[in-house]
């Protein structure tokens, strides 16, 4: 035998290298979906309606936006976080065996917790995708879920099978900006984590390493932009979406997460059915200059017509305050009346537009009420007048009261 076959490793249980990764996504997904289809059966294969992918620059607020993001997309399960849930004892014997958790392998445990039924109207996905790989899984799961939202569309399990929706949230923050919130969390966790030993109340938070060190926190945010940051601009040959700008205060960037929410839900529906509606304005756009328009209006009315003007006014002061006042508590009255001022033209919008002015919500229902005045005792016939009742509601804050 050769010296070099003498000091040659042994052939068995070679280190795994990482270029040996498959990368053809194609190659990569058609087996774990052929597994899925065996396991559950296609008729079983029950996606989630909706799929928000949050993705972001360390310390741009994933985690902090996450619960807002539920709120207003109407969400009331857990997110799925990659992190947690690639931390399973399946994984770790992967890792323990000096292997990398590959693209395989993460989309096999996710597309198999996405089939679970508490994600059925929706879900937040963080952490996922990371890599150009499953960018392409990725489309090819939208593909597939598109394909069975047609296949059962009209059957009796076209309820599990709505047609599906991708929402891309991307938060961004330059480096400069995530090293400072990186080293702040840091510190927020350590002081909370004293805290709950020295009490022994309460739960202890992960303290990451990168939290503590400005040199580890800067390569953080650089191993993200080599690694994670063209996936996500990939993504834009799939989905039309834009980057949120996450350096602002927490208002305006769930502002921002807004904005972006709304453009994309304006992208589901189908181009014919968009075109229709277009038309019609946003409620956000509306409410921009809504209290401008108001002020405009209320000065019209006491240019244009100040005797009517002064009229409502005085309705309002004397015979819709006392009544309103009484419903401090509750921040909700009903109130009728027959004021002959309210059949002037105008007068119902003066009302509302006076009410919102002072910070009221006010809504108005002309009711008709037909009330017998003659009977003709020959024909049988009827003659009616029609009383007017205006009936008007309003809401506004209630009092909150402490009880004992």
């Known amino acids: 035998m050769s010296e070099i ?54 310390g741009a607020g994933k985690g902090t936006n996450t619960a807002f ?17 690639l931390d399973t004892p ?31 109207d929706g879900v937040i996905l963080d952490g996922f995708p990371r890599t150009k790989v499953q960018v392409e899984c990725l489309k090819m799961l939208y593909e597939k879920m598109t394909q069975l939202w047609r296949e059962f569309y009209g059957t009796p399990l076209a309820i599990h099978f709505r047609q599906p929706v ?25 002081a909370h984590n004293l805290e709950v030993r020295r009490s022994r109340q309460g739960q202890l938070e992960e303290e990451r390493i990168t939290d503590f060190d400005q040199t580890l926190a800067r390569r953080r945010y650089r191993v993200f932009k080599e690694q994670t940051w063209d996936a996500l601009l990939s993504l834009k040959n799939l989905f039309h979406y834009h980057l949120i700008n996450a350096q602002g205060t927490f208002a305006e960037v769930e502002q921002n997460i ?104 006010a809504v108005v229902d002309v009711h008709r009420i037909e009330i017998p005045e003659s009977f003709d005792l020959k024909t049988g016939k009827i003659t009616c007048r029609v009383k007017k009742v205006y009936r008007t509601i309003i809401r506004f804050k209630g009092s909150e009261i402490r009880r004992g």
Not at 69 to 85: D, F, H, N, W, Y
Not at 92 to 107: C, F, Q, T, W, Y
Request: net charge neutral.
């Open 69 to 85: 993001i539920a709120k207003i997309r109407g969400l009331t399960c857990e997110p799925i976080v990659m992190s947690s849930l």
């Open 258 to 361: 807004v904005g972006e929410l709304d453009y994309q839900s304006s992208l589901e529906l189908d181009a014919h059915t968009f075109d229709r509606l277009r038309m019609l304005p946003l409620a956000s756009e509306i409410v921009v200059h809504a209290r401008q328009e108001l002020v405009k209006r209320l000065d019209g009315y006491e240019l244009s017509n100040p005797g009517l003007f002064q009229r409502v006014i005085t309705l309002i002061e004397k015979k819709m305050m006392p009544i309103v006042t009484r419903h401090a508590l509750s921040g909700h009255s009903n109130i009728n009346s027959e004021d002959p001022a309210l059949s002037e033209p105008d007068a119902l919008a003066m009302l509302i537009d006076i009410f919102s002015e002072r910070g009221y919500h």
């Open 166 to 190: 991708m929402q891309i949230v991307v938060l961004f923050v330059d480096e400069k900006e995530s090293v400072a919130r990186q080293i702040m969390r840091g510190r927020k966790v350590k």
């Open 90 to 120: 399946e994984m770790k014997k992967i890792k323990d065996a000096g292997s990398m958790i590959g693209d395989r392998e993460v989309l096999a445990v996710l597309l198999r917790r996405l089939l679970k039924a508490e994600y059925r």
């Open 5 to 58: 076959q003498k000091n040659s490793p042994p052939a068995s249980n070679p280190t795994p290298s990482p270029d040996l990764e498959i990368k053809d996504a194609r190659i990569i997904f058609e087996p774990i979906w052929a597994d899925l289809e065996a396991h559950f059966g296609r008729s079983h294969l029950r996606f989630p309606k909706e799929i928000i992918l949050l993705g972001g620059a360390p």
